[in-house]
T-cell receptor, first 111, second 115 residues
Framework: GDSVTQMEGPVTLSEEAFLTINCTYTATGYPSLFWYVQYPGEGLQLLLKATKADDKGSNKGFEATYRKETTSFHLEKGSVQVSDSAVYFCALYNQGGKLIFGQGTELSVKP | DTGVSQNPRHKITKRGQNVTFRCDPISEHNRLYWYRQTLGQGPEFLTYFQNEAQLEKSRLLSDRFSAERPKGSFSTLEIQRTEQGDSAMYLC?????????????FGPGTRLLVL
């Protein structure tokens, strides 16, 4: 079945460092891909999405490019802030109703 | 209110008791989803509705779990005879139908602790 694999955390960075969180997927067909962010004690917020190969999703300085050839959707940000500290989830949607999530990657940004 | 709301936000119960959670979706959204999230894991799909019809249920949704959306607006998730393994965050999400149905918007969740 479909699945999503993320790099394990926690990831600890200094403020203004470059961020990459790896995400790869296994799916039949052509899924849509998402990144969600979860702040402590809260629900998930949609960060960005891409619906077809080579699409780039972007929001709040974060970017991810849908790479069908490598089945990847890595999240990047050029300069992280303390306020970016959260758990990031990669997810796919491939027909039917459900999102399939990775296990999440915790990001901690130190001043 | 333009977001998904869930009540209660926190629930502590004793093993064997029944609990019910409520979700109010974004008003124009036809689809409503329930997920369960345990500590350190990503959310896992439980079930979803399109209007009042329950279209899919996960194998995770045992006989002790039941979800309803009687008028196609809010939904309830009931857990009967709770067990300690039911302790988790229960997340609700909603989406429109059609070309944008894949983008789901989540509520703040209900955190359940079964003692």
């Amino acid at each position: 079945g479909d699945s999503v694999t993320q790099m394990e955390g926690p990831v600890t960075l200094s403020e203004e460092a470059f961020l990459t969180i790896n995400c790869t997927y296994t799916a039949t067909g052509y899924p849509s891909l998402f990144w969600y962010v979860q702040y402590p004690g809260e629900g998930l917020q949609l960060l960005l999405k891409a619906t077809k190969a080579d699409d780039k999703g972007s929001n709040k300085g974060f970017e991810a490019t849908y790479r069908k050839e490598t089945t990847s959707f890595h999240l990047e940000k050029g300069s992280v802030q303390v306020s970016d500290s959260a758990v990031y989830f990669c997810a796919l949607y491939n027909q039917g109703g459900k999102l399939i999530f990775g296990q999440g990657t915790e990001l901690s940004v130190k001043p | 209110d333009t977001g998904v709301s869930q009540n209660p936000r926190h629930k502590i119960t004793k093993r064997g008791q029944n609990v019910t959670f409520r979700c109010d979706p974004i008003s124009e959204h036809n689809r409503l989803y329930w997920y369960r999230q345990t500590l350190g894991q990503g959310p896992e799909f439980l079930t979803y509705f399109q209007n009042e019809a329950q279209l899919e249920k996960s194998r995770l949704l045992s006989d002790r779990f039941s979800a309803e959306r009687p008028k196609g607006s809010f939904s309830t998730l009931e857990i009967q005879r709770t067990e300690q393994g039911d302790s988790a965050m229960y997340l609700c999400a909603s989406s429109p139908t059609g070309t944008k149905q894949e983008t789901q918007y989540f509520g703040p969740g209900t955190r359940l602790l079964v003692l």
